[in-house]
């Protein structure tokens, strides 16, 4: 059997984008589905080093800046590729890309599939949002498939009139045998590495420090919350743009017991440090750190946003509060942090939710299915 040719078209290589491609081309079948990754490695936290490691898994990689979304001249060279490379079908992932690569699919009349990742018109409330719109209305008549990666980004999608034959819903997924629960012996000696006394109660959220991640509000929300929980601390993992003014603030409110600790090569042992984990973010694709602390049997205090709404359960496997609301946040992590029992319930159900419906087989299988769709839709 040939395979299925498929590009990949990313600019956005870095954070829950970079890691789903990742994911994704690591684990499909190279008997079925050959990929080759069209790459712009631009942004200054962009994945190099793992993203060309692909290579060494025998998936091609060819790296085409796309520093203009605008730009003839990367269209023009990526259809050369696309030709050269006998791609049979096009996946372009992100904005940027998505536009790149649906303007370059349908030169060569290849079928176009579309991750978004969060759509663009999600990201902003101004004047922005009815011209993201249309820009995606437009671009949808190019695109074969449309992925939502939560059933909430498919809501808006459908609310923002992206016709709904075209949208199909893949959750991101993670491995949950590399995200288990940590003992009480391996949340001890996680805990004692990082200086936390048994006795404290540890607030921790791990993300990228830029605006969509909400950080801010919980800062916000910690002004009011630490005082009252002389044994809490907020522990943030995590690097990024809005570092030094995120310490700033904590200088200049006089947080007391709130730590920056920078990124991270072992999640999992900041996920076996906490007791609840937190992403107060003001917008979401399918964010794979509430993944993978849930996998880790943690309480999620989440903002009520598309992806968020997908992953948790309500006063079950976490607490949901309105976006932009440190008052209910602060709310919400007071009731957990007064209740063990109520944390340890709740963790587990986290745990088992991702094993049951978040697994990273599922979301490969449901993607390599649509290839198949896509292939004997052009090929009848």
Same mark, same amino acid.
Request: charged share 20%.
């Given at each position: 059997?040939?395979?299925?040719?498929?590009?990949?078209?990313?600019?956005?290589?870095?954070?829950?984008?970079?890691? =789903?491609?990742?994911?994704?081309?690591? =684990?499909?079948?190279?008997?079925?589905?050959?990929?080759?990754?069209?790459?712009?490695?631009?942004?200054?936290?962009?994945?190099?080093?793992?993203?060309?490691?692909?290579?060494?898994?025998?998936?091609?990689?060819?790296?085409?800046?796309? *520093?203009?979304?605008?730009?003839?001249?990367?269209?023009?060279?990526?259809?050369?590729? @696309?030709?050269?490379?006998?791609?049979?079908?096009?996946?372009?992932?992100?904005?940027?890309?998505?536009?790149?690569?649906?303007?370059?699919?349908?030169?060569?009349?290849?079928?176009?599939?579309? *991750?978004? =990742?969060?759509?663009?018109?999600?990201?902003?409330?101004?004047?922005?949002?009815?011209?993201?719109?249309?820009?995606?209305?437009?671009?949808? &008549?190019?695109?074969?498939?449309?992925?939502?990666?939560?059933?909430?980004?498919?809501?808006?999608?459908?609310? $923002?009139? @992206?016709?709904?034959?075209?949208?199909?819903?893949?959750?991101?997924?993670?491995?949950?045998?590399?995200?288990?629960?940590?003992?009480?012996?391996?949340?001890?000696?996680?805990?004692?590495?990082?200086?936390?006394?048994?006795?404290?109660?540890?607030?921790?959220?791990?993300?990228?420090?830029?605006?969509?991640?909400?950080?801010?509000?919980?800062?916000?929300?910690?002004?009011?919350?630490?005082?009252?929980?002389?044994?809490?601390? &907020?522990?943030?993992?995590?690097?990024?743009?809005?570092?030094?003014?995120?310490?700033?603030?904590?200088?200049?409110?006089?947080?007391?017991?709130?730590?920056?600790?920078?990124? *991270?090569?072992?999640?999992?042992?900041?996920?076996? $440090?906490?007791?609840?984990?937190t992403a107060p973010s003001r917008w979401e694709g399918a964010p794979y750190a509430v993944l993978e602390a849930m996998a880790c049997g943690l309480p999620v205090v989440a903002s009520a946003v598309a992806g968020h709404t997908d992953y948790l359960?309500?006063?079950? *496997?976490? @607490?949901?509060?309105?976006?932009?609301?440190?008052d209910l946040l602060d709310g919400a992590l007071r009731s957990l942090l007064v209740d063990a029992e109520r944390r340890e319930r709740m963790g587990s159900a986290a745990h088992r939710r991702v094993q049951q419906s978040f697994t990273l087989q599922?979301? &490969?299988?449901?993607?390599?299915?649509?290839?198949?769709?896509?292939?004997?839709?052009?090929t009848h």
């Amino acid at each position: 059997m040939t395979p299925i040719r498929i590009a990949h078209i990313v600019e956005a290589t870095v954070g829950g984008v970079a890691r =789903h491609l990742i994911d994704l081309t690591s =684990h499909l079948d190279q008997a079925e589905c050959s990929c080759t990754l069209y790459l712009s490695l631009q942004r200054p936290d962009s994945w190099r080093d793992p993203l060309r490691a692909l290579a060494a898994r025998g998936i091609a990689i060819r790296e085409l800046p796309m *520093t203009c979304v605008t730009s003839g001249a990367t269209v023009r060279q990526l259809v050369s590729w @696309l030709r050269q490379d006998e791609i049979d079908i096009v996946h372009a992932h992100s904005a940027r890309g998505g536009y790149v690569g649906r303007l370059a699919a349908d030169q060569l009349g290849l079928p176009a599939i579309y *991750t978004p =990742h969060a759509f663009p018109f999600q990201r902003t409330t101004d004047w922005r949002r009815p011209f993201y719109r249309l820009l995606e209305r437009r671009m949808a &008549v190019q695109t074969t498939r449309i992925i939502c990666v939560s059933e909430g980004e498919r809501d808006e999608a459908l609310m $923002a009139g @992206l016709p709904a034959e075209r949208l199909r819903v893949i959750p991101n997924g993670i491995d949950a045998d590399v995200w288990p629960a940590p003992t009480s012996m391996q949340r001890a000696s996680a805990r004692r590495a990082l200086h936390i006394a048994p006795t404290d109660l540890v607030i921790g959220a791990l993300a990228r420090l830029v605006p969509q991640k909400g950080i801010d509000l919980l800062l916000s929300s910690a002004v009011e919350l630490l005082p009252d929980f002389p044994t809490a601390r &907020v522990l943030i993992w995590g690097d990024g743009p809005m570092r030094k003014s995120l310490e700033r603030k904590v200088r200049q409110w006089q947080l007391p017991r709130t730590e920056f600790l920078g990124a *991270t090569s072992s999640p999992w042992h900041a996920y076996a $440090a906490m007791d609840v984990f937190t992403a107060p973010s003001r917008w979401e694709g399918a964010p794979y750190a509430v993944l993978e602390a849930m996998a880790c049997g943690l309480p999620v205090v989440a903002s009520a946003v598309a992806g968020h709404t997908d992953y948790l359960e309500d006063n079950n *496997t976490g @607490l949901l509060v309105a976006p932009e609301t440190p008052d209910l946040l602060d709310g919400a992590l007071r009731s957990l942090l007064v209740d063990a029992e109520r944390r340890e319930r709740m963790g587990s159900a986290a745990h088992r939710r991702v094993q049951q419906s978040f697994t990273l087989q599922k979301m &490969v299988e449901q993607t390599a299915e649509q290839y198949r769709e896509v292939i004997a839709e052009v090929t009848h």
